[in-house]
């Protein structure tokens, strides 16, 4: 059974910082990646990591977010610094599988900058 289980969310205020993590099990990925969904808006790619070490970032959090996986650990970090009040969001861990590209979500985790 795949499992996706992220952690780390919680409450920041302007300027601070935050490191996400998720745990991937039953599965070894291909890519990986943090999305995020704001109350009324879409959810939206905050960053992807391919198995070779690629990695893609939304405009918005460019220069301020940065995306590790950990292969040996079967493990997704995003670190997350300068946060702003319009990064609030509940974030998701994705994943997609090798051969199958079946795509699965971890149950997400809220993150609220705010003062």
């Known amino acids: 059974q795949v499992q996706v289980v992220e952690s780390g969310g919680g409450l920041v205020q302007p300027g601070g910082s935050l490191r996400l993590s998720c745990a991937v099990s039953g599965t070894i990925p291909s890519s990986m990646g943090w999305y995020r969904q704001a109350p009324g808006k879409q959810r939206e790619l905050v960053a992807r990591i391919k198995s070779g070490g690629n990695t893609d970032y939304a405009d918005s959090v460019k220069d301020r977010f940065t995306i590790s996986r950990d292969n040996a650990k079967n493990t997704l970090s995003l670190q997350m610094n300068s946060l702003k009040p319009e990064d609030t969001a509940v974030y998701y861990c994705?994943?997609?599988?090798?051969?199958?590209?079946?795509?699965?979500w971890g149950q997400g985790t809220q993150v609220t900058v705010s003062s």
């Open positions: 994705n994943i997609v599988m090798y051969g199958t590209l079946r795509v699965v």
